[in-house]
Each structure stands twice: as C-alpha cells, then as structure tokens.
Nanobody, 121 residues
Framework: VQLQASGGGLVQAGGSLRLSCTASERCVMGWFRQSPGKEREFVAAISCAGGSPVYAESVKGRFTISRDNAKNTVYLQMNSMKIEDAAEYYC???????????????????WGRGTLVTVSS
C-alpha cells in the first residue's frame, strides 16, 4: 500500500488549493507539513469512525480535511492561505483498525511522498 499526495503548487496569499491523497483504506488519515529548517508539524486528521476532524490551531477555520471512502481519497482544502503555509505537505495513515485521531506523527506508520505548496505574497 502506498500513499500518493498531489495537488501542490504555487498560490498567492489569500488563495486556495486542494490537496489529495489516494490509495489507502486506513481509517485514520492525517496531513502533516514540513518547511525547510523546521520540524514536521501536524495539520489535520480525520477518522472513518465519525466524529469531528482535528486541526492544528494555525489552520483551524481555514483548512478543511475530508474523505471520499468510495475513492479511498482524503482531501485537504486550504483557503485563505498565508505565507507561512508554504511547505512540503505529506499525507499519512495510522495502522489498520485504529480509529483514534492523533496529532502525533509517531503514531502514523504509513507515509506518502510530499507535495510542495508555495505561497507567494
């Protein structure tokens, strides 16, 4: 099983971008990001078991994570983007049968290649 993130690109500050992550039947899926010189940070996570997704404070109200189970795809809709949102974005999955959300990247055991998001002023 491999994860494949896509949808990155160049966007102006204030603009929108939607990322997609395909090929996973895992229940808990998350998005993380990493900027040069910084540690990887949590962005958002969603569970197949219902309940509300969780978001990092820095993106709350601007980003929305969603999933299409029929397509095994998770999306990250990013609106009102800021310069500081620029990063390599990664999707990740928690182990099968796990339904609990977490922002701890160590709890995710399947990672896809990143997709680069650049935000211009």
């Amino acid at each position: 099983v491999q994860l494949q993130a896509s949808g990155g690109g160049l966007v102006q500050a204030g603009g929108s971008l939607r990322l997609s992550c395909t090929a996973s039947e895992r229940c808990v899926m998350g998005w993380f990001r990493q900027s040069p010189g910084k540690e990887r940070e949590f962005v958002a996570a969603i569970s197949c078991a219902g309940g509300s997704p969780v978001y990092a404070e820095s993106v709350k109200g601007r980003f929305t994570i969603s999933r299409d189970n029929a397509k095994n795809t998770v999306y990250l809709q990013m609106n009102s983007m800021k310069i500081e949102d620029a990063a390599e974005y990664y999707c990740a999955a928690r182990p099968s049968r796990v339904t609990v959300l977490t922002s701890d990247s160590r709890r995710y055991n399947l990672w896809g290649r990143g997709t680069l998001v650049t935000v211009s002023s």
